[in-house]
């Protein structure tokens, strides 16, 4: 294999001294970082030309729905991963302790992506998703076989998930979510928890969450249940980011308002973590792909360091992987080379709400291990005119080639 020279690039995202700065990267044939610097040469290498683009850390994305085949809303890892600058991707509870070996089998081993799980609290998973809860009743939860499964399975169980609200739990209330950090807390792992309608209410679940937990849609605004409504819950929001529970975004079809991010973001409440709770209902919109999730909160006022770290770093972190010295000679090359690109798409929240877009995140190329991959994902915008321009849906090319 060849090695891999990138040049001119400016770092972004990473905790390594040499962020910010410009300069050349050299990958081995091993996949490995071989030295960087300024001015380097390499005669056998595939070359780069990066000037006036950035390098990040590869993006991360902590909330997906990639069991395909085996829930009736998952995606193909293929359509969502290195194609459109995803290096490690997170299945939140899509699979169960009753199937998640296939999990293993059949999605994170053939995968060239990293690929992580939050095992579900309720044992089939999402099998028929919001069709067939699986938090039905008592049977659905098996705390002894999801111990197991967790044991068995460390290397790619990362969390648990549990999502949280009056729809799925129905007279259970609270009572799912507390099995749930019960099972994270004999594990030592990070709950994940669905916020949404209530019952329970939202105060009940923050109640139980302890630093590295993870409060999924942290920005839905669905009613008397959002920050925007309750500062209350606001401020409670604060204090748990404070203490170190991750903020994490989720979009999704119906669980993020950019009128209640803006209001966080202009207000100190960061989202530590950027992702899409991509499922087969969001991926032609109002989702897409990570890359339009981080261009979005662009445009809502997060800086760009900010929105590349809550898309590489902070996920990586939560995921108990390593986030420091990912450029140093030795490390794996996992790299996400993108740019800034002009625009003037309105793109809907999702409840409709539509933003202006002046800038894209578009990634170029993914660098995992010894390999470069262009990213070609086209993506069908549902584009909101602007007053008195007729709505015409096109295509925008969100990669290189």
Known sequence: MKKILIKSAELIGFNDPQNGQVLDLLIGSDGCVEQLGNDLSCAEAHVINARGKFISPGWCDLHTHIYYGAT????????????????????????????????????????????????????????????????????????????????????????????????????WGITPVKMAKKIAKLTNLPLMVHLGEAPPLADEILDLLTPGDIITHCFHGKRGVNILEDMELFRYSQKLASQGVVLDIGHGAASFSYKVGIFGIQNGLIPTTISTDLHSRNINGPVWNLSTVMSKFLAMGMILEDVIRASSVNPRKAIQQTVNNLIAPGARAMFTIFE??????????????????????????????????????????????????????????LGAC
């Open 72 to 171: 009736d809303v998952s995606v193909k890892v293929s359509d969502v991963g290195v194609k459109t600058g995803v290096t490690t991707l997170v299945d939140a509870g899509s699979a169960g302790e009753a199937n998640f070996v296939g999990f293993r089998e059949y999605i994170s081993v053939p995968s060239k992506e990293d690929i992580y799980s939050f095992l579900n609290i309720g044992s089939i998973g999402l099998v028929a998703c919001n069709r067939v809860s699986e938090l039905a009743g008592l049977s659905s939860i098996d705390m002894e076989k999801s111990l197991d499964c967790v044991n068995a399975n460390k290397d790619l169980i990362k969390g648990i998930k549990v999502r949280g609200s009056g729809v799925i739990v129905g007279e």
């Open 340 to 397: 800034l690109q002009e625009s003037e798409l309105m793109l809907p929240d999702s409840e409709g709400t539509p933003l202006n877009l002046a800038e894209m995140i578009n990634p170029l190329f993914t660098v995992l291990d010894n390999e470069v991959i262009d990213c070609d994902a086209k993506v069908k915008f549902n584009i909101f005119p602007k007053p008195g321009v007729e709505h015409t849906p096109k295509y925008i090319n």
